[in-house]
């Protein structure tokens, strides 16, 4: 990595691409441990923040980017150019930046199904947390505030035409320091973290494929504010304190006049088939999964399920992921699946079914014996003689506490009740 950079840099000061700003020598050959403060510039001004850390281990340097108690590391930077290429380790979605007067500059990138979405970006050491319209202190500085945010709110983020998208908000506030999560009926933000400062708030999360950020004044038991998304989305939303707030996730059942029993053949990332109807599944609970490699909700469901298939695999359990990919680009496909597999040691077949995501006609095409698949992701659990027990449509992950736990609970449940069965 020491080398890398110091290539890196020395390729920078003759640098004349589009990413090159006025050529201002390095102090140092290596980036400034600790922690960064990143932005991403919004087409409208805002910048959502992306907190990175950078530490050196075995003689390295690795850049984390941190969501609360989440630290995603990023992969070992690779020249593209006279520019730094930081991959995020899974999605297709990296940084594209230059490194002069201790500061990253570029761009992140992020592909989609027809082009990629590119957002300027900087980031920086500091201590501070520049907002949009003020300085947000961070906890070193400000370590009380009059009013704590922790519980449920009832959040309701309202569209352009005013309809209300109905989340649950569940915040946890030590200090002026706030996390916590965002639900949906359909999954959730991930971990998120920010600040709470006077009547107001910020709470933000980055991952590769979310770039979200929820600004907010406090009254009472009540939050206003706005919900900025990615490039360009934001929407206003509302919240009030309810901890019996719930949400009604949308269903995918068995089809009527099915036998709900599943039937599929595809390739696995190596070129084997895999078929379900085979010797391998016979006589096993075997849990579907039904995914894509875009999906930030995935990454946190594959990572639950491929820890909980190398513990119970031994007791006749099996898992098989069916992904429905942004492209139907075989090998664009493939590569963005092994970057799940390898991350999170996946030990159980990972099949791309050739349709994508934007297919209308992906359940028709894929699994028929079922309604409309709604969700990423979505489960199916099969009993012993491959019938479809339970079909679960709202995975929540890690960052929401005590819903995650709720549902591996749920889930570990179901799996014993089907083993047991004769």
């Known amino acids: 990595m020491k080398n890398l950079l110091i290539i890196f840099l020395f390729s920078f000061l003759s640098s004349t691409s589009i990413f090159s700003q006025t050529s201002t020598k390095p102090t140092k050959s290596e980036l400034e441990e600790g922690n960064w403060q990143g932005s991403l510039f919004r087409e409208d001004g805002f910048k959502i923040p992306i907190k990175l850390q950078v530490e050196t281990k075995g003689g390295r340097q690795i850049i984390y980017v941190v969501n609360g108690t989440e630290k995603l590391a990023t992969d070992a930077p ?29 761009y992140w990138i992020k592909g989609g199904s027809n082009k990629s979405l590119i957002v300027p970006f ?38 352009a035409d005013q309809s209300a998208r109905p989340a649950i908000g569940n915040f946890v506030q030590k200090g002026t320091i706030l996390t916590g999560s965002v639900l949906t009926p359909t999954g959730d933000y991930r971990y998120m973290a920010g600040t709470v400062f006077g009547d107001s708030l910020q709470l933000s ?25 990615g490039a360009a989305l934001s929407e206003s939303w509302t ?18 006049g099915s036998d709900g029993k599943l039937d ?8 084997k088939e895999v078929a379900l109807n085979s010797e391998r599944y016979r006589n096993k609970v075997v849990v579907v999964q ?55 040691k996946v030990d159980y077949p990972i099949l791309n079914t050739g349709v994508t995501v934007g297919d209308k006609e992906r359940t028709e095409k894929t699994l ?55």
């Not at 599929?264 to 070129?271: A, H, I, N, R």
């Open 205 to 229: 999360t980055f991952d590769g494929i979310h770039a979200l950020s929820f600004t907010g004044k406090v009254s009472g038991e009540k939050i206003s504010g706005q919900f900025y998304s």
């Open 122 to 159: 900087e980031a920086h050491p500091q201590e501070l947390i520049s907002s949009n319209k003020q300085t947000i202190p961070s906890s070193k500085n400000s370590k009380s505030t009059a009013i704590n945010l922790t519980g449920k709110w009832d959040l309701q983020i309202l569209k």
């Open 368 to 422: 028929p014996q079922i309604t409309e698949i709604k969700v990423f992701p979505t489960s199916i659990i099969l009993d012993k003689k491959g019938t479809i027990k339970e079909i679960n449509t709202a995975f929540y992950g890690p960052g929401t506490g005590e819903y995650y736990q709720i549902y591996k609970n749920k889930f570990e449940r179901t799996i014993d009740t089907l083993l047991a069965e004769k």
């Open 239 to 256: 919240a009030v304190k309810n901890d019996k707030v719930a949400l009604v996730a949308p269903t995918t059942t068995v089809k009527e």
């Open 78 to 106: 690779v020249l593209e150019g006279d520019s730094l290429l930081i991959n995020m380790p899974v999605f297709e979605s990296s940084f594209k930046v230059k490194y002069a007067a201790n500061k990253l500059k570029g």
């Open 290 to 344: 039904l995914m894509g490699s875009w999906c930030p909700n995935c990454m946190d469901e594959m990572a639950f399920l491929s820890d909980y298939y190398s513990k119970n695999k031994s007791r006749g359990v099996e898992v098989i992921a069916l992904a429905y990919e942004l492209t139907t680009d075989t090998e664009r496909s493939r590569k963005s699946l092994q970057k799940f597999q390898k991350q999170f």
């Open 264 to 271: 599929f053949k595809y390739l696995d990332l190596d070129g």
